[in-house]
């Protein structure tokens, strides 16, 4: 196969994931899908050098979303203000998203990018503190510090978010009584 072949499998292979990993990181699928397109295109110029070498050509896709994430996000700051105005709704559109989920979720975005893509690596793509400080050019002692360190800011009064509880119809009767909720005997 020639260049073109050899990079059309790798993209087929890894494109998904990449994608997967950068909305993660960016906060939105779309913001996600330009990331790795940036990095694809960088990867591609560079094919013959990258392909040629032993190296993990995942592991050097990763690293280059997080880099390009971690520099497209000092980029865009500096440039764009987000202005919400009136498109936000009164309410919203489905009750799930406003619960412990939603919540998480917007506490993950308000982490700086460093310890997010820690968190991220670590819990979405299970990897090591050593392939995460690798990744983030950094030590593992300061991987397991941004872990830490995330972990606390993702916690309010030092519990993570609550999943919510069933309704006090929905359980019978003894269990509803408790004013702690349900709990699980295991």
């Not at 506490?107 to 990897?127: G, K, V």
């Not at 002692?141 to 519990?159: F, M, P, Q, Y």
Request: aromatic share 6%; charged share 25%.
């Amino acid at each position: 196969m020639g260049r073109a072949g050899t990079f059309d499998d790798f993209f087929q292979l890894q494109q998904a994931g990449l994608v997967r990993y950068a909305a993660l990181l960016a906060g939105s699928t779309a913001q996600g899908e330009d990331l790795v397109q940036d990095v694809l295109v960088k990867i591609y110029l560079r094919w013959d050098q990258l392909s040629d070498g032993e190296g993990n050509l995942l592991a050097y896709a990763r690293r280059a979303v997080t880099n390009e994430h971690l520099s497209w996000r000092r980029r865009w700051s500096t440039r764009h203000i987000d202005a919400v105005g009136d498109r936000l709704p009164d309410t919203p559109v489905d009750p799930w998203l406003d619960g412990p989920d939603e919540e998480l979720w917007q506490r993950l975005q308000a982490l700086p990018a460093r310890p997010r893509a820690a968190l991220i690596m670590r819990f979405y793509q299970d990897l090591t503190d050593s392939e995460i400080a690798e990744s983030l050019n950094c030590r593992t002692g300061t991987v397991r510090a941004h872990i830490s360190r995330g972990l606390a800011a993702l916690r309010i009064d030092g519990e993570p978010p609550q999943r919510p509880r069933p309704s006090s119809r929905s359980v019978a009767p003894a269990v509803a009584a408790d004013p702690k909720g349900p709990r699980d005997e295991r």
